[in-house]
Every structure is written in C-alpha cells, then in structure tokens.
C-alpha cells in the first residue's frame, strides 16, 4: 500500500484526518494512513481517555510519556491519536476500549476488529 494512495475508512468512504495536534499517524500526517512496513496496524482513530492510556501502559503500550527523540508528546485525556488495531481489539476484550472515529479509522482496521464491534465505540455514528 502507498500513502499516497488515498485509503478509506471502515465505512468504504475517504479516510479523514485523524488529529494535527497532536500530530498521530505511522507517517505523522494526521491520518491513520498504513502501509506494509506498519506491523503494528496504527489504523484506529481514537479519542483516549485516562483509563485507556493507564491501561495501555499496562500492557507494555505507553502513550503518555513524552520521546522527543521520535516528535511524540505524551498524550492526555481527550486527545486523538491512531492507535494499534490490535491493542485496541484487546482494550475492547478487557473492558477499557475509548471512544472511535469510523470516518478517521482505516479500512484496514477490519482486518482484526468486525465493524458491527466498531460501532459499539464510534463517536461519530449517527
């Protein structure tokens, strides 16, 4: 898969920008975009809340510890960030999944997570 391809969401549709601040995605585009060097499958758009991020740094995922050395900031509550899809399939599994963006979410994504469970998180579903 190339970037510069325009990917889509798990709704079939353009996949939209995910968060410029702070600037997420596995090419720090602001997209949850992927390719096929991205093992991790950072393809879910998620707006993090405390309890995910504590949970995440629990399992060996910290999300809220600043590396400059890689432009990451730390995230807090509320920020968007394109997390790993199958952290968060295991965040949903133990009970800690946030809230989602479908319309920010890449199609990839339903490689690992179906959409009727998506749904079930989605913020932007009317």
């Not at 949850?32 to 991790?40: L, Q, S």
């Not at 405390?50 to 990451?72: C, M, Q, R």
Request: net charge negative.
């Amino acid at each position: 898969m190339n970037k510069e391809i325009i990917q889509k969401n798990v709704l079939g549709e353009k996949l939209e920008t995910c968060s410029a601040d702070p600037l997420t995605g596995w090419f720090r585009d602001g997209c949850c975009n992927t390719d096929e060097i991205d093992h991790g499958v950072h393809t879910v758009c998620a707006r993090v809340t405390t309890e995910f991020l504590e949970w995440a740094k629990s399992v060996g995922n910290d999300l809220i510890t600043p590396h400059d050395e890689f432009g990451f900031p730390g995230l807090k509550d509320g920020d968007c960030w394109c997390v790993c899809a199958g952290t968060y399939a295991q965040s949903i599994e133990e009970g800690k999944a946030c809230r989602i963006y479908l319309k920010k979410t890449n199609f990839k994504t339903l490689e690992i997570i179906p959409l009727e469970k998506l749904k079930q998180y989605a913020v932007d579903l009317s």
